[in-house]
């Protein structure tokens, strides 16, 4: 039986129907996009970087000071640059990347070895510098230690041939007013010498072979018992129980520089071995003494930091009371560069935890209740609205004047806002200073100057305004 028109058509309607109801139960759901940092990373906000300006001005402030100039290196290296570089667990955790053009590159792991391949290929002998930059690490990230994946350095180095530790003296001298002038809290900067260590694991009679996988475990001394360090050293890694205690008499030393410099010379630990390092100890001891830069300083033999390339002093720095781990970490490694060059050229350097010290200075700031400004604004400019003159052309041309002479100085874009809601929202951005124009100060040429911290209000005129501001402000 032949259908009607009416029932072809409804017939058609229903089908189609069906067809779309069965695409979307075939088309899978789109997934939703997952809006949030990559592990081991963070956003840093408004008040957070006025935080971190403050920190970075202190750290070059004193750099610069003591004559460092500034470089700056690619995020990434060749691969083969940082192979080899950063001791037992470092490689594990050098981010590598794609092969991109046939050159097998990593993301930096640090400042120094990048430095060293700098000195190398622009052939420098002689170089003061600092360095601000980010680096990465596939490391376990831990937001409460500040312990991330990518994160920023700041580090200081000494390159060249100088008189012995003159260079590994102002090194710790200028690690000291770094931390003094950022008033984190007490500190603590331990100090060794690579070749105590070599001496120590000579004594002790252990191969040098194990000298590497040795000293990994001597670094945890800070964190871990010495009875469990020897435990590890003896049914792990191969030592005797004849060479940890002999091993125990030395690495368990530390105290104050000259105390323990007389107490080795007195018992003669290092009188073969070692007694090269220990002079060059109490030199540089005696360096810090005339710079007056001791008054923090510990000589601890336990510091048995984990790079392969320091050849003379080490150094880390620590918050006393803390659990943050190092703030700061460094040495001299006067072999590094010749990995690159023919010519070998003698460094000392450091490098600055500054992530670690964020977080201290956030909480510093949480608590002590200040309220840090967002907006580094000096001023505003306000307008009565007017129907003789156009107020928006006289605004901006106060702005030009403002802006050409160095002045800080915000737009408020609402054209048509009264005055209040202007004024309002200086407030609101901590501004501290409006400029107040109306027909009657276009026609004088005077500016109404609304101080919100002394809560004032004077007439100025406008030929002196930009002084009177920047007297202010103190520029």
């Avoid at 979307?24 to 997934?31: C, F, L, N, S």
């Avoid at 001597?218 to 964190?223: A, E, F, P, R, S």
């Avoid at 190092?326 to 023919?342: A, H, N, P, Q, W």
């Avoid at 802006?403 to 408020?412: L, Q, T």
């Amino acid at each position: 039986m032949d259908q009607k028109p009416e029932q072809q058509e409804e017939e058609q309607v229903q089908n189609k129907a069906q067809q779309k109801q069965q695409q979307g139960k075939q088309q899978p759901k789109e997934k939703q996009l997952a809006v949030k940092n990559p592990k081991g990373t963070r956003d840093f906000l408004p008040q957070q970087m006025v935080i971190r300006r403050q920190a970075f001005k202190i750290i070059t402030d004193v750099f610069e000071q003591h004559g460092a100039v500034e470089i700056d290196t690619p995020v990434f290296e060749l691969k083969e640059t940082l192979i080899g570089k950063y001791g037992e667990e470092g490689g594990k955790l050098i981010y590598d990347l794609q092969d991109q053009g046939g050159e097998i590159l990593s993301l930096r792991y640090d400042l120094t070895v990048p430095f060293a391949r700098y000195l190398a290929t622009h052939g420098y002998k002689k170089l003061k510098r600092y360095h601000i930059g980010k680096v990465y690490r596939r490391d376990n990230p831990s937001i409460q230690q500040g312990r991330f994946r990518e994160f920023f350095q700041c580090d200081f180095d000494i390159a060249g041939e100088n008189d012995p530790m003159v260079a590994d003296a102002e090194l710790i001298k200028i690690i000291d007013q770094i931390f003094t002038k950022l008033d984190l809290g007490p500190f603590q900067i331990k100090i060794s010498n690579r070749k105590l260590l070599d001496a120590m694991i000579q004594i002790a009679g252990i191969p040098k072979t194990q000298f590497k996988t040795v000293c990994s475990s001597i670094d945890k001394l800070d964190k871990q018992p010495w009875k469990e360090i020897r435990q590890e050293l003896t049914e792990k890694k191969g030592v005797t129980e004849e060479q940890a205690d002999i091993l125990s008499k030395m690495v368990q030393l530390r105290g104050e520089p000259f105390q323990l410099i007389q107490q080795l010379k007195e018992q003669k630990i290092f009188e073969q071995q070692g007694k090269e390092a220990l002079d060059e100890m109490e030199l540089l001891f005696n360096l810090l003494k005339y710079m007056n830069g001791l008054k923090n300083v510990i000589f601890d033999l336990s510091l048995a930091r984990g790079l392969d390339y320091y050849t003379g002093l080490i150094q880390e720095t620590v918050l006393l009371g803390g659990q943050l781990g190092s703030i700061s970490g460094g040495g001299r490694y006067d072999e590094l560069v010749g990995m690159f060059s023919k010519n070998s050229i003698p460094c000392v350097g450091a490098s600055i935890g500054i992530e670690r010290i964020f977080a201290i200075l956030e909480d510093k700031y949480k608590k002590s209740g200040v309220v840090l400004r967002e907006n580094q604004s000096d001023c505003i400019v306000a307008t009565i609205p007017s129907k003789n003159i156009d107020m928006t052309a006289e605004k901006f041309k106060i702005y030009d004047l403002l802006w050409s002479n160095g002045i800080k100085a915000d737009v408020c874009y609402k054209l048509n806002w009264n005055l209040g809601k202007q004024l309002t929202y200086a407030n609101d951005q901590q501004i501290p200073y409006a400029i107040v124009i109306g027909e009657d100060e276009v026609k004088q040429e005077v500016v109404k100057f609304k101080d919100f911290i002394e809560k004032k209000e004077e007439t100025v005129s406008l030929k002196d305004l930009v002084q009177i501001i920047k007297q202010r402000v103190g520029k």
